[in-house]
């Protein structure tokens, strides 16, 4: 089918979009983009056909059509290989991410700090009161076996000893929902 320069527009629309739409639908599979890549086929072949470059329609036409399909797909491979190289490179990194945090023991990570701040704490308290919470916490002695050590009252023992864990809170104030969180998952 010849055309002239004076056949228009909406005469080679008619006549060859419905089949050029089903040939670009039967490889991209996407109605939007057989559409898109149908319109501005058309309008190239109609541009060309102004210039006189055209004769017959119909081989031109198709070969426009495989060319511009074929440079969509390949944008749609590419873009597609992009997501998946992206997709893999999350999933890696979520795996990588998990397992860190399932090999993380938080008792250790915390541990040093922790232990530095109660040490300095304890050195900071009156010698008696740290050696009577040294007595209780560390070397487990009874308040009865530690207010006969000191020769003092239990009520005594119980002073000091709240002394020290009032100090101690202060001190580990930012630490504290670890610390309760951490003892929690100990029992």
């Known amino acids: 089918m010849n055309f002239n ?12 979009y419905r089949r050029s739409f089903l040939y670009v639908k039967s490889y991209v599979h996407d109605d939007m983009a057989a559409e ?6 058309m309008i190239k072949l109609w541009e060309q056909m102004k210039l006189g470059k055209i004769d017959p329609v119909a081989p031109f036409l198709f070969t426009m059509l495989k060319n511009r399909t074929l440079d969509y797909l390949k944008r749609q491979k590419i873009k597609r290989d992009v ?17 860190s945090l399932e090999m993380s023991n938080p008792e250790e990570i915390f541990s040093e700090e922790i232990h530095q701040i109660i040490h300095s704490t304890l050195q900071s308290l009156p010698q008696k009161t740290r ?15 530690i207010a006969d050590l000191f020769d003092i009252s239990m009520k005594g023992v119980e002073y000091h000893i709240a002394q020290t864990i009032r100090q101690l809170r202060i001190s580990l104030k930012d630490y504290l929902p670890l610390i309760g969180f951490l003892s929690f998952l100990n029992y």
């Open 36 to 41: 898109d890549i149908v319109t501005e086929t």
């Open 83 to 99: 997501r998946d190289v992206i997709q893999n490179t999350l999933v890696r990194e979520l795996e990588m991410r998990k397992t």
């Open 131 to 145: 050696e009577i919470f040294i007595q209780s916490r560390f070397e487990n002695k009874s308040h009865k076996e």
């Open 5 to 16: 320069q004076t056949d228009s527009f909406n005469e080679i629309y008619t006549i060859f």
